[in-house]
T-cell receptor, first 113, second 112 residues
């Protein structure tokens, strides 16, 4: 079974719109870690955020915010007032008590000027 | 501080050829891993290592070998390349399993 599901394959928004990228994960462990990465068109993978399973506080960093809800096994990512530079593929990932990281299939975001 | 480096950036192989993708990190990270990225599939773990001398298989290990003789280096070997191994390969390292991974720039491999 897929451990991380990103159901949105592609999203297009007009600049300055808000957009939320969904991430649903699956694990039986009580201790686990969730991550978001960004892959711009240049191809590199850029770390955005890490969250552990004991910290359900939402996080805001500038225009980015993350909503972690254990009750629904979700770790959603919102970009407020999107910009063209936000166009990228975004990956959600999980590391549970095994030694492996599991990545979702990614959401491709296009911000139209 | 170079971070995670990968060589080569691009490679074309013929079916049946062998080659090694190099990965090195200068951050003294214990955890290193190899992923392949294919369209619509996200990143899939090939092999990983939690320290020098220790390696283990990930989700898609068939056709690939790894070794970890030093903390810094984690080469990925393709013993007999197949067209199904055409992909972009990323190496990553992390200071700990609970921490984020740092990725190399990737190697684009084409097998004809």
């Amino acid at each position: 079974a897929q451990k991380v599901t990103q159901a949105q394959t592609e999203i297009s928004v007009v600049e300055k719109e808000d957009v939320t990228l969904d991430c649903v994960y699956e694990t039986r462990d009580t201790t686990y870690y969730l991550f978001w990465y960004k892959q711009p068109p240049s191809g590199e993978l850029v770390f955005l955020i890490r969250r552990n399973s004991f910290d359900e506080q939402n996080e805001i960093s500038g225009r980015y915010s993350w909503n972690f809800q254990k009750s629904t096994s979700s770790f959603n990512f919102t970009i407020t007032a999107s910009q063209v530079v936000d166009s990228a593929v975004y990956f959600c990932a999980l590391r549970d008590t095994g030694n492996q990281f599991y990545f979702g299939t990614g959401t491709s975001l296009t911000v139209i000027p | 501080n170079a971070g995670v480096t990968q060589t080569p950036k691009f490679q074309v192989l013929k079916t049946g050829q062998s080659m090694t993708l190099q990965c090195a990190q200068d951050m003294n990270h214990e955890y290193m891993s190899w992923y392949r990225q294919d369209p619509g599939m996200g990143l899939r773990l090939i092999h990983y290592s939690v320290g020098a001398g220790i390696t283990d298989q990930g989700e898609v290990p068939n056709g690939y070998n790894v070794s970890r003789s030093t903390t810094e280096d984690f080469p990925l070997r393709l013993l007999s390349a197949a067209p199904s191994q055409t992909s972009v390969y990323f190496c990553a390292s992390s200071p700990g399993l609970s921490l984020e991974q740092y990725f190399g720039p990737g190697t684009r491999l084409t097998v004809t």
